[in-house]
């Protein structure tokens, strides 16, 4: 229900916004690759408007998709540290409850001892 509501209300005015958009900037221009010969370039490129515009806008969320996924590099790799720690926890704990299962009950264990167990974090 609440991704219908999205769509109703965000993405389609924003598809409208940008096919008006599209409409309004149809002129071609050109794009020039040349700083040196501004009257006859080597390499240029004639396209609309928009669709120039749509491309830095996309190239630029790619640079900064890219930019941040770098920058987060470090808590990924302390994330699989944690992980890998969080496993041989889990090791550990299965192997001591293995342990004390085997003890016999002829009162070889501590009266108190209690069976040990992970109880992961509620979120």
């Given amino acids: ?18 096919l008006a958009f599209a409409m309004a900037n149809r002129q071609l ?3 020039s ?3 040196f010969n501004a009257t006859q370039p080597a390499a240029s490129l004639t396209l609309p ?6 491309v830095l806008v996309l190239l630029g969320v790619i640079v900064g998709g890219v930019a941040a996924w770098m920058r987060q590099s ?3 790799r302390a994330a699989r540290v944690l992980e890998g720690d969080v496993a041989g926890l889990r090791r550990e704990v299965a192997l001591l409850n293995e342990r004390l299962a085997s003890v016999p009950p002829d009162g070889a264990a501590p009266r108190d001892a209690v069976r040990l167990t992970y109880h992961p974090p509620q979120n």
């Fill in 29 to 31: 221009v050109t794009v």
């Fill in 33 to 35: 690759f040349d700083p």
């Fill in 74 to 76: 470090r808590y990924r």
């Fill in 49 to 54: 408007l928009f669709v120039l515009i749509f």
């Fill in 1 to 18: 229900m609440a991704r219908k509501l999205v769509i109703w209300l965000v993405l389609v005015p924003l598809a409208i916004v940008i």
